[in-house]
């Protein structure tokens, strides 16, 4: 399977920079995860699509507001384990896409997308992040 076309609502595997490893002059995330496709536009008369992502994490928030935790159902769709997973919508990286962070699924040969989130979660991120942007709370790593 080749690499899919970005589309909003996707979740890829991702290795996602959280603004605390950028502070400390990391370029590259520490570790890949799934994230969510939340922007793919093309700049007017350019090729490149630029993808915006949010990421999924085990890691509890320590602000609720800023996050939505992953119902079973969402999690078994997605093929994501059964443990605790919340979509964070507090930190975003930006990337021209494909970029060289998009990794492909272990355990799933060949695969690029974990598949798209149901849309009224993704309705409740967009929401989410538009609250943060609106609280000027929203923080976005530019990954190129």
């Known amino acids: 399977m080749s690499l899919p076309p970005p589309r909003v609502g996707l979740v890829i595997r ?10 400390r002059s990391a370029d590259e995330g520490r570790k890949d995860r799934p994230c969510a496709i939340v922007v793919a536009a093309r700049q007017q008369g350019a090729e490149e699509i630029r ?5 999924v994490t ?8 800023s996050a939505i935790e992953l119902l079973p159902d969402v999690k ?15 930190e975003l990286n930006r990337f021209t896409w494909p ?6 699924i272990p ?13 009224s979660l993704f309705e409740q991120l967009r929401q989410g992040i538009l609250r943060r942007q609106s609280e000027r709370a929203l923080r976005v790593q530019n990954r190129d």
């Open 14 to 23: 991702y290795a996602f920079l959280w603004s605390h490893e950028a502070a």
């Open 51 to 55: 993808v915006i992502v949010a990421p």
């Open 58 to 65: 085990h890691e509890p928030p320590h602000d609720p507001a």
């Open 76 to 90: 078994r769709f997605l093929g994501l384990d059964s443990a605790s997973q919340w979509l964070r919508f507090e």
């Open 99 to 104: 970029g060289f962070d998009v990794r492909p």
């Open 107 to 119: 355990g799933r040969a060949g695969e690029w997308e974990y598949g798209m989130l149901p849309q």
